[in-house]
């Protein structure tokens, strides 16, 4: 079955940098959308980020410039290396799966995933 493990996270000052992992099981995660996701304590969750299985990428208007997703085919991982940290950057940070090669306008809807991590704290301090 699929499962999603999530690895990295932590706490950084302002301005620092933190890298998330999610290592992908029983199916080949470069075929298939990955999408990141946050949800600060009395917020909704929102979408970050999303890849899809041609590498195109795409960004939340507040992370981009300064987040990046990737991939490494060889480990079935997807990666969120995250810079420029900012303390409303903090929440927990969830990867997640469609079954669908493409991301497109349904990136950010946390419904349309199938599949998802366990989640990783990212506390950015001012």
């Known amino acids: 079955q699929v499962e999603l493990v999530q690895s990295g996270g932590g706490s950084v000052e302002a301005g620092g940098s933190l890298r998330l992992s999610c290592a992908a099981s029983g199916y080949n995660a470069s075929n298939y959308c990955m999408g990141w996701f946050r949800q600060a304590p009395g917020k909704e969750r929102e979408g970050v980020g999303s890849i899809n299985s041609l590498d195109f990428t795409y960004y939340s208007g507040p992370v981009k410039g300064r987040f990046t997703i990737s991939k490494d085919d060889a480990k079935n991982t997807v990666n969120l290396q995250m810079t420029s940290l900012k303390p409303e950057d903090t929440g927990m940070y969830y990867c997640?799966?469609?079954?669908?090669?493409?991301?497109?306008?349904?990136?950010?809807?946390?419904?349309?995933?199938?599949?998802w991590g366990q989640g990783a704290q990212v506390t950015v301090s001012s």
């Open positions: 997640a799966a469609k079954m669908t090669w493409a991301c497109e306008e349904t990136w950010q809807t946390w419904t349309s995933y199938n599949y």
